[in-house]
């Protein structure tokens, strides 16, 4: 009887990460064996998953793209389709597509350390099971819960009349012309739906119950046309991705180093837009420092000129209950509303929920700590692909697999079987991973790994550091270790 099929690699999620990484390998290790499972029907991750109104990326296509395949399209802040579009045309370019297992979830991991393998149990939608050894596993599932967001009740909400609708689990061909419409929320999504929805629906309000700093940035990045003008494409879509890269970063520092400053820039910003339509205060004025949590940003100033005229509006408020036909409000006012939706944010999940073990025991990834943001200690031969908190999530994801390809070539050079990053006896000082104050943050952090606070467990939120780390960084550092054992099946060599 022939033995088992050995991976190289299993990479769990089929969106922007997993198709990127399993591209990395093609570029970097094209000897490597992969199996790509994607427990939802089709590719895409969060751009397939969400369906409703306007949904688009809240960061520029500049940088959110592949740099080995960079966006060239005019257009940056885009829609879910596009982006979508693009992951699944890179897929297909680089023969990634054929590759992607749908509808087939890992449920469990658990390593071997004799072995040096992985074995990954998926469950497929017919139901049957099916186990696959690997050398190496990457997780692209972000981490984000994709069966749920946070969705609170309400009291009254079985009196209410309307429909209540969760942006994650929109109704096809839903139909809302006319209607008057409250999006309770006040995050991206929400500062993406009330646009979106205000030139069809009767009226929109965003019910929030505090304020988020919104910025607008142009759709179309001004300098599109000048620089294709002057520069080869390619070379183009390098200086826009670096430019995009730049004001980004230098945007998060001026807004950490001089909040008071950064704060007026924003209200100025919003304050032309809505002149005395809006208020500023209390609609516009967060009580935390920018960038304690998650700066929401707008295309075109489309939220603020559906507020100037009239059809959408803000209301700062906590709901008391849910009436027949509307929201009553603790300060006395009254919504009325024909449809609410509850824009209410979204739930962390770290690696999807799976199981882990190692040797036989159970591994609690609270009980871990981060290893330059993409691996954890005692979870050998394992990279979790997770973005930045402040900037485009591929600028990170994109770094890492292509560190993880250099430390493969590492291994090749020593003869080891098993890399791991490892404290040693005494363990750094924890903190949280990510450090944002957002509520979803804050109620789930407690179930992912820590961080500490210096390198190489610290979980840089920069990207410039993290690419002088990762491109002239040492690579067998010291915390990376790097072992044989006497029983694995040796690594396919990469082709030359």
Same mark, same amino acid.
């Given at each position: 009887?022939?033995?088992? *099929? ?25 000897? +490597? ?6 427990? *939802? ?312 929920? +799976? ?112 690419? +002088? ?21 040796? +690594? ?5």
């Amino acid at each position: 009887m022939d033995e088992p *099929r050995v991976e190289d690699v299993v990479i769990i999620g089929a969106g922007l990460s997993g198709v990127g990484a399993a591209c990395r390998l093609r570029i970097h290790q094209p000897g +490597m064996t992969f199996r790509i499972f994607e427990a *939802r029907e089709r590719l895409g991750g969060t751009w397939d998953l969400f369906r409703y109104p306007g949904v688009r990326s809240d960061s520029d296509m500049f940088t959110l793209g592949y740099p080995f395949r960079p966006w060239s399209m005019p257009k940056s802040l885009t829609d879910a389709a596009s982006i979508k579009g693009y992951i699944e045309d890179t897929a297909r370019e680089y023969g990634v597509l054929e590759k992607i297992e749908y509808k087939s979830r890992v449920v469990e991991l658990s390593f071997n350390s004799d072995e040096a393998l992985w074995t990954a149990k998926i469950q497929h939608a017919d139901g049957s099971v099916e186990r696959v050894q690997s050398r190496f596993v990457m997780s692209c599932c972000g981490y984000y819960d994709y069966e749920g967001g946070h969705a609170p009740s309400f009291d009254g909400e079985d009196s209410f009349a309307g429909d209540i609708l969760q942006p994650q689990f929109w109704p096809e061909n839903f139909d809302y012309a006319g209607k008057k419409v409250v999006v309770i929320g006040s995050g991206a999504t929400a500062v993406t739906l009330v646009p979106a929805m205000a030139g069809t629906a009767g009226h929109v309000t965003m019910l929030q119950r505090s304020p988020t700093y919104i910025a607008s940035l142009p759709a179309v990045d001004p300098w599109f046309n000048t620089v294709h003008k002057l520069f080869p494409s390619m070379v183009a879509r390098k200086i826009l991705r670096l430019k995009r890269m730049s004001l980004g970063t230098l945007g998060y520092q001026l807004a950490r180093r001089y909040p008071e400053w950064f704060k007026k820039q924003l209200e100025k910003g919003i304050k032309e837009q809505l002149g005395d339509k809006v208020p500023l205060d209390p609609h516009f004025k967060p009580t935390y420092q920018p960038w304690d949590q998650r700066l929401c940003l707008v295309p075109d100033n489309d939220l603020f000129i559906d507020l100037k005229e009239g059809r959408a509006s803000v209301v700062t408020d906590e709901i008391a209950r849910f009436t027949e036909n509307g929201l009553e409000l603790k300060s006395g006012e009254f919504l009325e509303a024909d449809v609410v939706v509850k824009a209410t944010g979204l739930k962390l999940l770290p690696i999807g929920g +799976m199981d882990v073990f190692v040797d036989g025991e159970t591994i609690k990834l609270s009980q871990t700590f981060n290893y330059k943001g993409f691996m954890f200690s005692h979870l050998p031969n394992f990279a979790v692909l997770m973005g930045y908190t402040n900037a485009s999530w591929t600028l990170k994801t994109d770094l890492a697999c292509r560190y993880f390809c250099k430390l493969l070539d590492v291994m090749k050079e020593k003869g080891a079987d098993i890399m791991v990053p490892d404290y040693g006896s005494t363990p750094p000082e924890a903190e949280p991973l990510l450090d944002l104050k957002s509520g979803y943050v804050e109620r789930s952090i407690h179930m992912f790994p820590n961080q500490g606070s210096e390198r190489p467990w610290r979980n840089h939120q920069n990207y410039m550091l993290d690419y +002088m780390d990762m491109k002239f960084g040492k690579l067998d550092d010291g915390v990376m270790q790097f072992r044989k054992r006497t029983n694995a099946v040796p +690594m396919l060599e990469a082709a030359e």
